[in-house]
Every structure is written in structure tokens, then in C-alpha cells.
């Protein structure tokens, strides 16, 4: 990146400073043009900014005369609002079309070349700011980088003083609202029933100033039909018992709005003791009742999910024991209407070359008769979402079949039958639909139960068949039934060791199964042996030599490799290679190998474990098929280690979600306390002083609840792909900087120390300096945060050949090594909301995270335990071009049964 001399910078650092200080929109116009003319040397120059009409209007010039302003005003090479465009640069405007209608006017003005530079605000076009020249000049990249650094001042100054202009209007307005348009008193004469609303009630009820009649019948009309009878019972007991008149009920205004009320009120008898006047208070509360009606949604969604795992697991065992084709699909379909809701359901099955729907319902006889030819090249292993059929390229040729059925999105379940794509179930829909994570992964769970039980129908269809020729085929047949019936609970580790047991003897002399932890580490879970005394040994022998991650061959090697081994014979002089000294030679010649094969346990691309069988029967050796049947068992075995773990995610899913609802309504409930309180208060003072206080406590807390808005708005643009960056070379040090001045008074506030090692000659990086700049400044809240006073947070920034390396350390509370694997998830914090001292949603790191990645990074966490402090390190690439996104590219036109 080329340097940039003392003088522009320091003409930069004063534009800064001069647009940042400026509190009307003339002195931002005023210094923008002075810092242009500092630091490019331009005397001639101009701002426009788009008026409410998407007109692009002059605001502030340098040079320019009436007639060339009037002439060319709302010409602009773009239009409110687009995004980030690149500049427009015209080195010569006698060569460029698009300006020949202005030829006379650049002639008068002596304007030979001429640039557009874009004002964004949020990455949107606000407007422009223009540099002319006398004669034709071509802007270098320097001259072009520091204009659009001149542009993001400009227009990041014009948003904010705008935004301000709005904040305090609106601010205005919110206290007019808390002030008027909340509570609503009425008063009741039973003798003459007349009805007395004060204004503001009016208002509430939807009506202008004095539209209320004072006639009870009419505010009759107005409550909601079904709640009338409710409310009427509460007015009964309170003219008839002296009961309290207290009920929420729902209203209807003139134009259809329905809202919640709380109407409260107490009968007051006249002097002869008869009833009188009832009088009272009425508040509108629908904001809370939506929220209570909101989580009551949430809790009956939650509850659905649960019922649907429950019928999916009650199910389970039936399908699995199902070993007739035509049975298993009718129970698979009925299994899914059971669970995922949708307008019609099929089973697609692969035979040969074509792919046929072999059972559904709610489709008509043309659409499910139809066969599709398969394209072999294309793998249908993961789920085929379509939210809108006439959309999606490799859908094109059944789109007439799709507009006939009225179908507009479908889910695609691949069944994965021994292996291999060969069948799907497929959920359709007659409107737009969109499934919901936990939706998916109910129906995935239901693909992998059904790809299970269709492949024990298929195994039993064979074994059926090849009974005469193979009684052996039969037995294992049954086995792999037994072990599914036996793996379709969700305790996979008792599963397993279940499983394990039953392989012996009829599978393996002895059995054992290892299975990766998130560590890293491999972990036995069960071992069987025809000898319960040679238990005690093979325990030993794991105890002593476990299996490790880099082993050329065996339990680690298997797992690495996601391919099985065989080995048909168990010579000495091969345990003699194997061993890592006498002790372990000692041990392998002790279990008396005669035979061996390893087999993964996998899901798809990713083993995370292995069975291991071993014959010690001298002439009981494996071979191919053996192992082509013991991997089947492992993959049943697999399938139903994952349903269990799809399930304990669903769980924990669920928790998370309710200890951030819980964190949320904390967060959010705090700084609106704060507001409301000063609000009431700003109502009642006269003292300026005071006034100034709560003021500057509201302003305060409005920051914090907007703080909390945008890392929610960042992770929700992040998780859907929305986020865009900014790409430019950024100095990591300049950015840091950045940061520390920032939260360099929250740090002293607290008696923290900050200490920053960030030299200016580490290399650039390629990215986007204000989202960089969000990821330091996460990273040194968080440590701030969780540092003691008198602590110390330090930042130091390095580079090695190929990455430019930021760590920020601190001398806090320290993070627990099982926490420290779940540190940079989204809601995950290391107490319960109940017992945690420090606020937040545990949004920031998740961020720092995804936004390092997005620039093609990586970010990773160090603590030595509690009380020991943290270390978090960024890598950052140097010199490379950041994308926001991976674009999605096929080759040629691919078909899956849909």
C-alpha cells in the first residue's frame, strides 16, 4: 500500500476532527471542502446529497458558478439508495458520452475531467461529492482511496447529524406519548348511565377528541365480542359485592385494531346507599400481551417439537422392526405426516437409472406416476430446500409438473439406504414455505429412521431370497435387526454396549467400541469378551496403550481415514511391528489374535468412531463380506449415535434459547427501567440540573439498548448471509488504535490498564477497517469487562509470513477448560443468567468470530483456568481479497428426486 505523506494525513486527521466536532450540516459542507482542497489540492469541488424526492441537489461548492449548477443539478450516475458503488471517474468529459449534454456548461466553467465519489450511509448511497480539474487528469489509486476516505467522513458526519436531528424530535414525541397516550381515566354515573373518557382515553379506544358519546351502549360496542361477557361479570360483582373492577380485555377500534386493555375501577354509593358512580383507570397493554402471547407461541412450539421427537422415537422401534418394503414406506409416510406438517408427502426410491415415488399421499395419480431420469454424477446426500420451485435452476424440468400440482416449495430428505442416496422423502407445499431449523432437523432425523428401515426391509427382501442359498445371510439379517431395535433408544452409550455384547459370539470373539471425543481424545465405551476374564485384560491393554490420532494403522487410522481394515490373518511377526515395546508385545500375543477388522462409525463424510472385532478362534477368520456386514452394523450404530446427539441438540437448543430469553428480557428490562424512571422524572422537575441528568441517564441507556439491537441486527445479517464488507487494505495498528480510544475511558473508569503493542510497519491486511474495528473493540470490552480493578488488558499486533497476528490478553477471572471449547458460541455463557455478575446476551465473541472468518481468518481462545486470565489471538491473512459470501456454482444440470 503506498504511504501517505505527513501533510495528507495530517489534512485528513483535521477533516476528522473538524466533521466529528461540527453540530450543523453547513459546517460539515464548510470543512469537507476545506479538507479536499488540503489534502488532494483540489480548489474546485462540490457536495450533493439527495433530496426526500431522490433528487440530487447541490448543498455546498467551491468554484462553481450559478449557471453550471443549475444546469447540471439531479444529473447522477446513480440512484438513492444503492449499494456501495465503486466511483466514476472522467479523465477527459470531451470523451464521455453520457456528459455531451453538458459540453457548453463545461466549456463556460473550464472543466476538463471531472470524478464522482459516492456518500454512503450504512453502505447506501446518500450522495455525492464531486472534484473538478481545468484540464484532463486520470485520479491515481492514492488520489481515489483517499477521496473515498474523504466520502466515508463526509457522509458518516451528514447521517449522524441527520440522525441526531431526528433523535431529538423523536425523543420529543416519546415524552409526549409516555405522557398522554398511556393511561386513560373514565368515570360511570349509574343513575343517568352517562360515560365521562378523558382524552387520552379516546385515544387509546382508537377515536378523535370528543367522538365518545358518553353513552355506555357505545362503549359497549367497543369491547371485542368475545371478552364482553368477562368484562361484564367484573362490573357485575363490583355493583353487587363491592368487589374491585379489574380486568384485561381486548377492544376494537373504528378501523379494525384490536388492542389489549387493563380497565380497573371501584363503585362509590350516593348518600342513600344505593350505587352511584363507578370510576376508574384504563391502560393500554397490548405490547405486553403480545409478548406473553408471543412466549405462550413459543412454549406450544417448544412442546410440539417434543411431542414430535416423542412420536418419532415411540415409532421408531415399529419401523425398524418392519421388514416389508410396502409396510415400511406406509409407516415412513405415516410417521411424517405425524411429524412435519406440509400439504402432501411422497417416497422417492432410485431403481436403476430412474427415480419413481413409491408411496404418497395428498398428490394426484399424473404427478406421483411420473418417473425421473437420474443423473449418477450428482450425490444427493444433504437436504434439498426449495422455497420457491420456479426458482431453482435444477428443478427447471418439473416445473410444469409443480404448477399442474400447485405446488410452490418443497423439502427434499435424502435416504441414505446402505450407504448410498438411492431414495428421499420429499414434503411439499401449496403456499411459500420455509422450514424451521428444528422442523429440518425433525424430518432429517425421520430420513435417517426411514434410509434404517428400508434398508433392514431390503436386507431382509435378500435375505428372504437368498435363504436357500445362504443361511448365514438370514442370521445376520436378524441381527442387524436385533442390534436396531436395540439402538433405537437415545442412550447411545448403553446402545452401544448392547450392541457389543450381542456381536459376541455370534459376530466376533471379542468386540470393543471407541468413539472421538470433542477433545480430540479417543474414548472406549464398550467392550464384550466370550471370556469375562479376558475383559480385565483387554481393558488393560487399552488403559496402557490407547489408540492415538496419526497411528498408521488401526482404531485411529480407521477414524481418520473413514475406511474399514481388514485383517484376515494375525501373524506373530505382524504383533511383533505392531508393538511399542515388550510390556505391549506381551499383551497383543495375550489375546490370542487370530483375526481382526476395524470399521467406522460414520454419518457421512466424517467418521467420529470405530467397532473393532476380533476372533481368537483358531480358523475363524474374516473376510471381505464380513466386513462389508460388520460396517453395516456401524452404520446403524452411527445413525443412531447421531439421532440421540440430533436429540440432546434439540434439548440443549431449547435451553439455550430459554436462558437468552431470560438474559434478553434482563438486558433490555434494565436501561428501559432506567428510561422510564427518568422520563417520569423529566415530567415532574423543574430543576435543570436535574432534567440535564435524567436526560443524559436516558441518552445513556438508549445507547445500551441500541448496542443490543445491533449485535442482534449484525448476527441475524451474518447467519443469513446479508452481511457485506468493505473490502480495502486496512492497517491492523490504525485500527487498533481506533478501538483503544474508545474504550480507553470505560478501562480507567474501572482502574483497568491498558497497554497496546501494535507496530505501524506490520503489513496490511485486505478487509473492512469498520468491522475490524467491531472485532477489536469486542475483544478489549470483553476482556475490560472480565478484568478486576487494577488489572491489566494488553494488545499486542505481530506478523509472520503469512498472517498478521492480533492478541488480546488480560489479567481476569480466566475461562474453566470445559467452557473453553464453547466460548465463541452464539447465547453460550459460562454461568447461568441467575448466578452471572457481567451482562450481555453473549453475542460479541460469536460475532468476532464469524466476522474473522468472513475475512478469511480464524480466532481462537487460551485460558490456564479461572483466576488465571485469557489470551484471545486473531490470524488474519495478509494481502488477500475478502469475500462476504462463497458463491454457489454447479456444473451441468443436476436431478434428485423432487
Known amino acids: 500500500m503506498a504511504r501517505v505523506s505527513s501533510g495528507t494525513l495530517e489534512a485528513l486527521l483535521r477533516l476528522a476532527e473538524a466533521v466529528g466536532s461540527a453540530t450543523t450540516l453547513d459546517e460539515i459542507y464548510d470543512a469537507a471542502l476545506d479538507g479536499i482542497r488540503r489534502s488532494l489540492g483540489i480548489d474546485r469541488a462540490s457536495i450533493l446529497l439527495f433530496d426526500p ?56 466553467d473550464a472543466i476538463a475531467s ?132 379489574d380486568v384485561e380485555y381486548r377492544i376494537v377500534a373504528p378501523d379494525g385494531t384490536v388492542r389489549w386493555v387493563h380497565g380497573k375501577g371501584r363503585l362509590e354509593r350516593g348518600a342513600d346507599g344505593a350505587p352511584a358512580v363507578m370510576s376508574g383507570v384504563c391502560m393500554d397493554v397490548s405490547a405486553r400481551k403480545r409478548a406473553e402471547l408471543e412466549i405462550e407461541a413459543a412454549l406450544r412450539q417448544e412442546a410440539a417439537v417434543r411431542d414430535r421427537l416423542t412420536v418419532l422415537t415411540t415409532g421408531s422401534q415399529e419401523l425398524l422392526t418392519t421388514l416389508e418394503a410396502e409396510s415400511v414406506t406406509a409407516r415412513v409416510l405415516s410417521l411424517a405426516r405425524q411429524v412435519v406438517a406440509a400439504d402432501a408427502y411422497a417416497v422417492w426410491r432410485r431403481r436403476g437409472d430412474a427415480w419413481r415415488v413409491e408411496a404418497s399421499e395428498g398428490l394426484s395419480r399424473d404427478f406421483s406416476s411420473a418417473a425421473l431420469a437420474g443423473d449418477t454424477r450428482f450425490r444427493f446426500d444433504e437436504p434439498l430446500i426449495a422455497e420457491d420451485v420456479t426458482t431453482m435452476p435444477m428443478l427447471h424440468i418439473r416445473r410444469a409438473a409443480y404448477a399442474a400440482e400447485g405446488v410452490r416449495s418443497l423439502v427434499s430428505i435424502p435416504l441414505a439406504v446402505r450407504g448410498e442416496p438411492a431414495g428421499s422423502i420429499v414434503f411439499y407445499y401449496r403456499t411459500p414455505h420455509r422450514p424451521s431449523d428444528m422442523e429440518l432437523r425433525v424430518a432429517v432425523a425421520l430420513g435417517q429412521l426411514a434410509a434404517a428401515a428400508v434398508t433392514n426391509a431390503e436386507l431382509h427382501a435378500e435375505q428372504q431370497h437368498l435363504r436357500a442359498e445362504a443361511q448365514q445371510s438370514a442370521e445376520r439379517a436378524a441381527f442387524l435387526a436385533e442390534a436396531s431395535v436395540m439402538l433405537s433408544s437415545l442412550d447411545y452409550e448403553a446402545n452401544l454396549r448392547r450392541v457389543a455384547e450381542i456381536a459376541v459370539p455370534r459376530l ?109 478362534t483358531p480358523g475363524r477368520r474374516y473376510g471381505q463380506a464380513d466386513v462389508e456386514f460388520a460396517t453395516e452394523l456401524a452404520r446403524r450404530a452411527a445413525y443412531a449415535v447421531e439421532n440421540a446427539r440430533l436429540y440432546r441438540e434439540a434439548q440443549e437448543a431449547n435451553r439455550l434459547k430459554d436462558e437468552f430469553l431470560a438474559t434478553l428480557s434482563h438486558e433490555l428490562r434494565t436501561p428501559l427501567n432506567v428510561i422510564m424512571g427518568r422520563a417520569r422524572m423529566l415530567r415532574t422537575t423543574a430543576d ?68 497496546v503493542d501494535a507496530d505501524s510497519r506490520v503489513p496490511a491486511v485486505t478487509g473492512d477497517a469498520t468491522r475490524l474495528q467491531q472485532v477489536i473493540w469486542n475483544l478489549l470490552v470483553n476482556a475490560v469487562k472480565f478484568t478486576p480493578a487494577d488489572g491489566r488488558v494488553t494488545v499486542k499486533v505481530t506478523a509472520d509470513p503469512d498472517e498478521v497476528v492480533l492478541e488480546v490478553s488480560d489479567t481476569g477471572c480466566g475461562i474453566d477448560a470445559a467452557f473453553l471449547p464453547h466460548v465463541f458460541e452464539m447465547f453460550r455463557q459460562a454461568q447461568p443468567a441467575s448466578e452471572r455478575r457481567q451482562g450481555g446476551l453473549g453475542l460479541g465473541l460469536s460475532i468476532v468470530r464469524r466476522l474473522v472468518e468472513l475475512h478469511g481468518g480464524a480466532v481462537a481462545a487460551h485460558s490456564d483456568g479461572p483466576g488465571r486470565g485469557a489470551t484471545f489471538t486473531v490470524r488474519l491473512p495478509r ?10 456454482a454447479r456444473d451441468g444440470e443436476r436431478q434428485a428426486a423432487v
Open 879 to 888: 494481502s488477500r481479497a475478502v469475500t462476504s459470501g462463497e458463491a454457489a
Open 508 to 616: 466376533a470373539d471379542w468386540c470393543a467400541v471407541d468413539l472421538l471425543d470433542q477433545q480430540g481424545s479417543i474414548r472406549r465405551i464398550a467392550i464384550a469378551h466370550v471370556d469375562p476374564a479376558k475383559v480385565r485384560l483387554a481393558e488393560q491393554y487399552h488403559a496402557r496403550y490407547p489408540p492415538r490420532l496419526g497411528r498408521a494403522r488401526g482404531v485411529a487410522h480407521v477414524i481418520q481415514t473413514g475406511r474399514p481394515e481388514l485383517y484376515e490373518e494375525v501373524p506373530d511377526d505382524l504383533l511383533v511391528d505392531a508393538a511399542q515395546d515388550e510390556e505391549h508385545l506381551r499383551l497383543l500375543r495375550a489375546l490370542e489374535i487370530e483375526s481382526a477388522m476395524v470399521v467406522p462409525l460414520t454419518t457421512g463424510a466424517r467418521a467420529f468412531g470405530a467397532m473393532t472385532f476380533v476372533s481368537s
Open 53 to 108: 424526492d431522490g433528487v440530487m441537489r447541490f448543498k455546498a461548492w467551491r468554484g462553481l458558478s450559478d449557471a453550471y449548477r443549475a444546469a447540471v443539478e439531479g444529473h447522477t450516475p446513480w440512484r438513492s439508495g444503492d449499494e456501495a458503488p465503486a466511483p466514476v471517474l472522467v479523465p477527459d468529459v470531451r470523451h464521455e458520452p453520457s456528459l455531451a449534454r453538458y459540453a457548453d456548461v463545461f466549456e463556460r
Open 688 to 755: 435543570p440540573a436535574t432534567a440535564r441528568a435524567a436526560a443524559e441517564a436516558i441518552e445513556r441507556n438508549g445507547a445500551t439498548l441500541t448496542r443490543l439491537v445491533e449485535d442482534l441486527l449484525d448476527l441475524s445479517r451474518i447467519s443469513q448471509g446479508r452481511l457485506r464488507l468493505e473490502s480495502a487494505p486496512v492497517q491492523v495498528a490504525d485500527v487498533v488504535d481506533a478501538a483503544v480510544q474508545v474504550i480507553q475511558p470505560a478501562a480507567a473508569a474501572k482502574g483497568v490498564v491498558l497497554q
Open 114 to 245: 471531472l470524478a464522482f465519489f459516492p456518500l454512503l450511509s450504512r453502505r447506501r448511497v446518500i450522495g455525492t461529492f464531486m472534484l473538478y480539474r481545468g484540464e484532463p487528469y486520470a485520479f491515481s489509486p492514492d488520489e481515489v482511496n483517499l477521496a473515498l476516505t474523504i466520502g466515508h467522513h463526509i457522509g458518516f458526519a451528514v447521517e449522524r447529524t441527520r440522525s441526531e436531528l431526528d433523535s431529538r424530535t423523536n425523543h420529543q414525541r416519546l415524552l409526549f406519548a409516555l405522557d398522554a397516550a398511556q393511561m386513560g381515566t373514565w368515570e360511570w354515573d349509574l343513575r343517568t348511565n352517562e360515560v365521562r373518557w378523558s382524552e387520552n382515553l379516546e385515544r387509546i379506544h382508537g377515536l378523535p377528541p370528543g367522538a365518545f358519546n358518553g353513552r355506555f351502549e357505545s362503549y359497549q360496542r367497543e369491547i371485542h365480542p368475545e371478552d364482553r361477557e368477562r368484562v361484564f361479570a367484573s362490573v357485575q360483582g363490583a355493583l353487587t359485592a363491592d368487589a374491585l373492577h
